[in-house]
Protein backbone atom coordinates (compact mmCIF):
# COMPACT_ATOMS: atom_id res chain seq x y z
CA UNK A 1 0.00 0.00 0.00
CA UNK A 2 2.97 2.19 1.09
CA UNK A 3 4.15 1.83 -2.58
CA UNK A 4 1.12 2.78 -4.40
CA UNK A 5 0.57 6.11 -2.62
CA UNK A 6 4.38 6.86 -3.42
CA UNK A 7 3.86 6.01 -7.04
CA UNK A 8 1.01 8.37 -6.94
CA UNK A 9 3.03 10.99 -5.51
CA UNK A 10 5.92 10.36 -7.71
CA UNK A 11 3.56 10.58 -11.04
CA UNK A 12 1.70 13.44 -9.73
CA UNK A 13 4.93 15.55 -9.23
CA UNK A 14 6.08 14.61 -12.28
CA UNK A 15 2.97 15.74 -13.75
CA UNK A 16 3.06 19.05 -11.96
CA UNK A 17 6.89 19.68 -13.77
CA UNK A 18 5.75 18.73 -16.68
CA UNK A 19 2.82 21.33 -16.94
CA UNK A 20 4.84 23.80 -15.48
CA UNK A 21 7.39 23.72 -18.00
CA UNK A 22 5.19 23.59 -21.09
CA UNK A 23 3.56 26.97 -19.90
CA UNK A 24 6.60 28.77 -19.22
CA UNK A 25 7.87 30.40 -22.46
CA UNK A 26 11.04 29.54 -24.11
CA UNK A 27 14.34 31.13 -23.02
CA UNK A 28 14.76 32.68 -26.42
CA UNK A 29 11.78 34.30 -26.85
CA UNK A 30 11.85 36.74 -23.78
CA UNK A 31 11.64 40.27 -24.48
CA UNK A 32 12.99 42.98 -23.48
CA UNK A 33 11.10 45.67 -21.06
CA UNK A 34 11.63 48.24 -23.60
CA UNK A 35 10.12 46.64 -26.70
CA UNK A 36 7.53 49.25 -28.05
CA UNK A 37 5.17 49.71 -31.17
CA UNK A 38 5.72 52.45 -33.38
CA UNK A 39 2.84 53.00 -35.41
CA UNK A 40 2.59 55.08 -38.43
CA UNK A 41 -0.45 57.82 -38.97
CA UNK A 42 2.26 60.06 -41.01
CA UNK A 43 0.59 59.97 -44.70
CA UNK A 44 4.05 58.81 -46.00
CA UNK A 45 5.96 55.90 -45.89
CA UNK A 46 9.08 55.58 -43.24
CA UNK A 47 12.62 54.12 -44.99
CA UNK A 48 14.49 54.11 -42.55
CA UNK A 49 14.14 53.96 -38.53
CA UNK A 50 17.50 54.04 -35.32
CA UNK A 51 16.80 53.73 -32.11
CA UNK A 52 19.56 54.27 -30.04
CA UNK A 53 20.47 54.87 -26.51
CA UNK A 54 20.12 58.49 -25.36
CA UNK A 55 23.77 57.86 -24.16
CA UNK A 56 25.46 57.12 -27.17
CA UNK A 57 26.38 59.72 -30.46
CA UNK A 58 26.09 57.43 -33.24
CA UNK A 59 22.53 55.79 -34.39
CA UNK A 60 24.39 52.22 -35.23
CA UNK A 61 22.19 50.25 -37.96
CA UNK A 62 18.86 50.87 -39.51
CA UNK A 63 16.40 48.63 -38.02
CA UNK A 64 13.90 48.63 -40.87
CA UNK A 65 16.65 46.81 -43.30
CA UNK A 66 15.55 47.41 -46.43
CA UNK A 67 11.81 47.31 -45.44
CA UNK A 68 9.48 49.79 -45.49
CA UNK A 69 6.33 50.95 -42.75
CA UNK A 70 4.31 52.48 -45.16
CA UNK A 71 1.31 54.94 -43.75
CA UNK A 72 -1.36 52.96 -41.50
CA UNK A 73 1.44 49.67 -40.33
CA UNK A 74 2.91 49.26 -37.27
CA UNK A 75 5.93 47.70 -36.20
CA UNK A 76 6.78 46.11 -33.19
CA UNK A 77 10.38 46.79 -31.96
CA UNK A 78 11.73 44.05 -29.74
CA UNK A 79 15.01 44.62 -26.98
CA UNK A 80 17.35 42.46 -25.46
CA UNK A 81 16.56 41.02 -22.21
CA UNK A 82 19.62 42.25 -20.97
CA UNK A 83 19.30 45.61 -22.33
CA UNK A 84 19.56 47.88 -19.72
CA UNK A 85 19.21 51.84 -20.62
CA UNK A 86 15.81 52.77 -20.21
CA UNK A 87 16.17 56.18 -22.42
CA UNK A 88 15.95 56.16 -26.28
CA UNK A 89 16.44 58.20 -29.13
CA UNK A 90 14.46 57.48 -32.22
CA UNK A 91 15.25 58.63 -35.45
CA UNK A 92 12.60 58.38 -38.72
CA UNK A 93 13.52 59.12 -42.12
CA UNK A 94 10.45 59.72 -44.15
CA UNK A 95 10.13 58.85 -48.02
CA UNK A 96 11.39 62.14 -48.81
CA UNK A 97 14.50 61.82 -47.43
CA UNK A 98 13.67 63.95 -44.33
CA UNK A 99 14.96 63.16 -41.04
CA UNK A 100 12.57 63.34 -37.79
CA UNK A 101 14.21 63.47 -34.42
CA UNK A 102 13.02 62.77 -31.08
CA UNK A 103 15.07 62.17 -27.36
CA UNK A 104 14.58 61.04 -24.61
CA UNK A 105 11.82 58.10 -24.78
CA UNK A 106 11.83 56.59 -21.42
CA UNK A 107 10.94 53.25 -23.25
CA UNK A 108 10.63 51.16 -19.65
CA UNK A 109 7.26 52.84 -19.29
CA UNK A 110 5.98 53.19 -23.20
CA UNK A 111 4.74 50.47 -25.28
CA UNK A 112 3.37 52.44 -28.11
CA UNK A 113 4.66 55.22 -30.28
CA UNK A 114 2.66 56.93 -32.59
CA UNK A 115 3.58 59.65 -35.28
CA UNK A 116 1.49 62.26 -37.12
CA UNK A 117 2.07 64.66 -39.77
CA UNK A 118 1.06 68.05 -38.58
CA UNK A 119 0.71 69.82 -41.96
CA UNK A 120 3.60 71.27 -42.25
CA UNK A 121 6.58 68.92 -42.69
CA UNK A 122 7.19 68.32 -38.49
CA UNK A 123 5.83 64.97 -37.30
CA UNK A 124 3.99 65.18 -33.68
CA UNK A 125 4.92 62.44 -31.88
CA UNK A 126 2.41 60.72 -29.10
CA UNK A 127 3.06 57.98 -26.79
CA UNK A 128 1.86 55.84 -24.09
Request: net charge negative.
Amino acid sequence: MKSTKALRLLFTLCLISALAVMVMPPLGSAQGKQDFTLYNKTGMSITEMYVSPASKDEWGEDILGIDTLENGDSTTIHFSPKERAATWDIKLVDGNGKDHIRYNFNLVNISEITVRNNGDGSWYWNWK
